[in-house]
């Protein structure tokens, strides 16, 4: 009997309503900078950079070859004992990119292997140096970092979590930054609620700030719908765990590589944490790989015992995977050789008006955006949350657009490379859209 190819069957779709996609698919064949080729043969705008992640557009040339001739050199190679030049070479163009003190650079496969291996160096590291009892670790409402079961612990997110028991022990959360009252219609960092990081002090007392060992944030929260951080908020945030000797992680998957028209969160907002997760952006997604940057006081902190001893029992086959190095490198060389970052904060304005120019849209009850990451509020309909945005997601593709929601938020982060009119094509498709949707 042939295999049944034709059949949607055995793919057990991720986050995908898989009855309801298989009765009506939406299949991407082919994709080439700013475009999905659909299997109907329509081009499709992409408003989202893949999943965040495609910064330089799809199928760049560059990255292409890089993994191509990696693939006919050194398929794969042991990082366990063993070393392989690109890995170093990857970690050491990581490390290049973001502000002195943060050079040592962990490699993983995901975003969720990031945040879970942040997390164990975190307990790994005040262990070392004598502070086991730092074991608490402190996540936010509405956070997103992954899947795994340290990830989903410190995650915010509650349909997320709700299928999957108990989870870690000993996480606490701090409350969200999203203020619709006071903050609707922010361009740009929202002016109210720094003071939400004043409810870290208050965790703090709960717990016994000394068997705290880490805060994860991320700075801009991207899969709940686009959270821009207060106006001071993440500097209230770095100061009291300084205080408290307690590590600061910023989840930098979506916000990192040029995404705010800059190159990491931390040079957005100018506040450096302990600890980075990456993903996404790092290969432009050409090949999966994640990692983790570390202060050289948490890595040489770890670097103890007897040199033959293994400093850190973590790692996975994959870490520092030839092709995703080779990826890696290559998307590095074209950030740096199209200037992306800066042309993401010179499109910035533009893309803002755009965003706000649906202000007047049907349902819109706020719109927010920072770089190129925008995102539209809809009012759910009663007793329906989330059909109004979805409604729009499939009305979108179906007019030539990706869109990403979430909820009933619509997040917009096309890859850097988005021409100006491309923006208002964006754009202008997603006003027709909106006018559609009851
Ligand atoms: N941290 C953050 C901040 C993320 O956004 C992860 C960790 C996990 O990465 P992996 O590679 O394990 O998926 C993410 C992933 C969406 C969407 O639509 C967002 C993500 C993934 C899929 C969809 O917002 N973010």
């Known amino acids: 009997?042939?295999?049944?190819?034709?059949?949607?069957?055995?793919?057990?779709?991720?986050f995908t309503a898989n009855?309801?996609?298989k009765a009506s698919p939406r299949l991407l064949v082919a994709a080439r900078n700013m475009h999905y080729t659909s299997h109907d043969g329509r081009q499709i705008l992409d408003g989202?950079?893949?999943l965040w992640c495609s910064n330089a557009g799809h199928c760049r040339e560059p990255i292409v070859r890089a993994i191509q001739r990696q693939a006919q050199t050194l398929d794969f190679a042991p990082t366990f004992q063993m070393g392989h030049p690109l890995a170093f070479e990857a970690a050491a163009?990581?490390?290049h990119l973001l502000p002195p003190g943060l050079d040592h650079v962990f490699f993983t496969n995901s975003g969720s292997e990031s945040v879970d291996t942040a997390l164990k160096i975190a307990l790994a590291y005040h262990r070392a140096r004598g502070e086991g009892q730092r074991t608490r670790l402190i996540g936010r409402e509405r956070g997103y970092h992954g899947v795994g079961f340290g990830g989903l612990s410190v995650g915010g997110i509650g349909r997320n979590r709700a299928q999957f028991g108990t989870m870690l022990?000993?996480?606490d959360h701090l409350p969200h930054t999203h203020d619709v009252a006071r903050n609707a219609f922010s361009r740009g960092q929202p002016a109210h609620g720094a003071e939400a990081a004043d409810a870290l002090e208050r965790i703090l007392a709960l717990h016994d700030p000394a068997t705290v060992a880490a805060v994860i944030v991320e700075p801009l929260a991207g899969?709940?719908?686009?959270?821009?951080p207060p106006l001071g908020y993440l500097e209230r945030l770095r100061e009291i765990c300084t205080r408290h000797g307690i590590l600061l992680i910023f989840d930098e998957v979506i916000s990192g590589f040029g995404r705010l028209g800059a190159p990491f969160a931390v040079d957005r907002f100018g506040v450096v944490p302990d600890m980075l997760t990456l993903a996404k952006g790092i290969t432009n997604a050409a090949v999966p790989m994640g990692a983790v940057v570390a202060s050289n006081q948490i890595h040489d902190g770890l670097m103890q015992g007897p040199a033959h001893a293994i400093e850190l029992s973590h790692g996975y086959t994959y870490s520092g995977h030839p092709l995703a190095c080779a990826a890696l490198i290559a998307t590095l060389d074209l950030y740096a050789d199209e200037d992306l970052f800066a042309r993401a904060a010179s499109l910035a304005p533009r893309f803002e008006e755009a965003a706000h120019g649906l202000?007047?849209?049907?349902?819109v009850i706020d719109i927010r955006n920072l770089g190129l990451v925008a995102g539209i509020e809809l009012a759910p309909r009663p007793g329906a949350p989330g059909t109004r945005a979805y409604d729009a997601f499939v009305a979108a593709y179906e007019a030539g657009i990706l869109?990403?929601?979430?909820?009933?938020i619509i997040a917009i982060s096309p890859p850097l490379i988005i021409s100006e009119a491309q923006i208002d094509e964006l754009f202008g498709t997603l006003r027709n859209v909106l006018q559609t949707i009851a």
């Open 1 to 14: 009997m042939d295999a049944p190819v034709n059949s949607l069957d055995a793919f057990w779709m991720p």
């Open 93 to 95: 163009r990581v490390a």
């Open 359 to 363: 202000r007047d849209c049907p349902n």
């Open 223 to 228: 899969s709940t719908g686009v959270l821009v």
């Open 19 to 21: 009855r309801q996609f």
């Open 403 to 408: 869109i990403r929601v979430t909820g009933d």
């Open 169 to 171: 022990p000993g996480v």
């Open 48 to 50: 989202t950079a893949g």
